[in-house]
Each structure stands twice: as C-alpha cells, then as structure tokens.
C-alpha cells in the first residue's frame, strides 16, 4: 500500500508554517487525526506548496509549506471514513487510530 506519510505534527505552527493552512481556511488547528487504511484506494501526494496569509492587521505573512499533503479523489474522500452524512457506509477507506489535541504555539 505504500508508504505511509511521516510528518510528525506537535503544534499548530507545523500546520500553519509546513502545511500551510490559512487561518481564513482553518481558524484553529487543534486535532491531529492519523488514520489507519482499511483498504487500498489511490491518492495523489507530495509537497505542500507555499502560501501568503493576509492577517488581521492588513500585513500578510508568509507561510513556506514543504510538509506532505494527500489528496484523495472526490469519491474516496466522501467514503473515507464512516460518519452520518454518508450514511455510515461499510465500505469506508480509513478508520480513525489517533485523535490527539496540539499545543498551541503561535507563528511570530
């Protein structure tokens, strides 16, 4: 099945800094969720790409990327994982190992 991702996510700023998530997109980031494969499916995967964050302030900062990000087609992502608005399917991709809360730590 491949090998799995190993980026080790301890805070908030690897999200906000290596993944480059955008607070517009994401206003917290407090759950690192790592999954466990129930069967095989295909994904794209490779480097996060850059990103520019307009903050509060006007000033915008920049976030660097260089972590690793997947991504799943549309149908694989909507039949991930088991939940209610997919009617709890059977045939779920991934099942939930770890959910474990990040520190906070704040980008300066």
């Known amino acids: 099945m491949g090998d799995p991702i ?3 996510i301890d805070n908030s700023s690897y999200g906000r800094t290596k993944l480059a998530i955008k ?5 917290t980031l407090d ?9 095989p499916f295909e994904v794209e995967y490779g480097p996060v790409g850059p990103q ?4 509060d302030d006007g ?5 660097p990327g260089g972590g690793t990000q997947i ?11 088991a939940r209610p608005d997919n009617g709890n399917t059977d045939k779920a991709y991934l ?8 520190s906070q730590n704040k980008i300066k």
């Open 95 to 102: 099942k939930v190992k770890e959910n474990t809360k990040l």
């Open 31 to 39: 759950r690192n969720v790592q999954y466990e494969v129930l069967r």
């Open 52 to 55: 520019i964050n307009k903050l």
């Open 59 to 63: 000033t915008f900062r920049y976030l």
């Open 23 to 27: 607070e517009e997109w994401k206003q």
């Open 71 to 81: 991504k799943l087609g549309y149908h694989d992502y909507e039949n991930a994982v």
């Open 6 to 8: 190993s980026d080790k």
